[in-house]
């Protein structure tokens, strides 16, 4: 049974740029939810993917957006991209929407510069 | 709206000495709550939930938090610190109609001296 995998590790970008996350939920998840984790915070809930369809979203403006796969992967896109964008990101896999049982990545670690 | 309140940013514990890790928080409706562990440069593992059944709940690696309502508290305790529990704790908060959508408090960081 594999985890839940993030690619890349870590990425650098500039200010205005445009940033895509990918996620590998772990077999048997149909759901997957997306954090973001400032340094020095705690995560914060961004949104939720659930049979490819959005199942929930925090307060991130618009220019954050996501996919989810037949295969139950995921992306998050970020737009125009901002200093205080830098973050830890965080995906996590559950076995469906309701399950309280989250499997997190290692995340992606994004600079803005 | 929900929130979770983590009292001290930062514990120093003796190896052996008791962990004791404040969590408290604000909800409308009767709540899920969650401990989760973050080492470094990993993502984070659940140590423990509760979920409305015994208030008592133990969880892996020796630890187990107690909900009490009246107080709106869910701590995390370890009778014994071991030099493995250095990490970043996080107490978490999700409405049972909201599912698995987490409210993270800003975590404690657990520094272990021998």
């Known amino acids: 049974e594999t985890g839940v995998t993030q690619s890349p590790t870590h990425l650098i970008k500039t200010r205005g740029q445009q940033v895509t996350l990918r996620c590998s939920s772990q077999s048997g998840h149909n759901t997957v939810s ?3 984790q400032a340094l020095g915070q705690g995560p914060q ?9 959005e199942n929930g979203r925090g307060n991130f403006p618009p220019r954050f957006s996501g996919l989810q796969f037949p295969n139950y992967s995921s992306e998050l896109n970020v737009n125009a991209l901002e200093l205080d964008d830098s973050a830890l990101y965080l995906c996590a896999s559950s076995r469906d929407r309701s399950n309280e049982k989250l499997f997190f990545g290692s995340g992606t670690q994004l600079s803005v510069l | 709206a929900q929130s979770v309140t983590q009292l001290g940013s930062h514990v120093s514990v003796s190896e052996g000495a008791l962990v004791l890790l404040r969590c408290n928080y604000s909800s409308s409706v009767p709540p899920y709550l969650f401990w989760y562990v973050q080492y470094p440069n990993q993502g984070l593992q659940l140590l423990l939930k509760y979920t409305s059944a015994a208030t008592l709940v133990k969880g ?3 630890f187990e938090a107690e909900f009490k309502k009246s107080e709106t508290s869910f701590h995390l305790t370890k009778p014994s610190a071991h030099m493995s529990d250095a990490a970043e704790y996080f107490c978490a908060v999700s409405e049972q109609a909201a599912g698995n959508k987490l409210t993270f408090g800003g975590g404690t960081r657990v520094l272990v001296k021998p």
């Open chain 2, 60 to 62: 892996i690696n020796g």
């Open chain 1, 45 to 53: 809930f961004i949104f939720q993917y659930y049979r490819e369809e």
């Open chain 1, 34 to 36: 997306w954090y973001q």
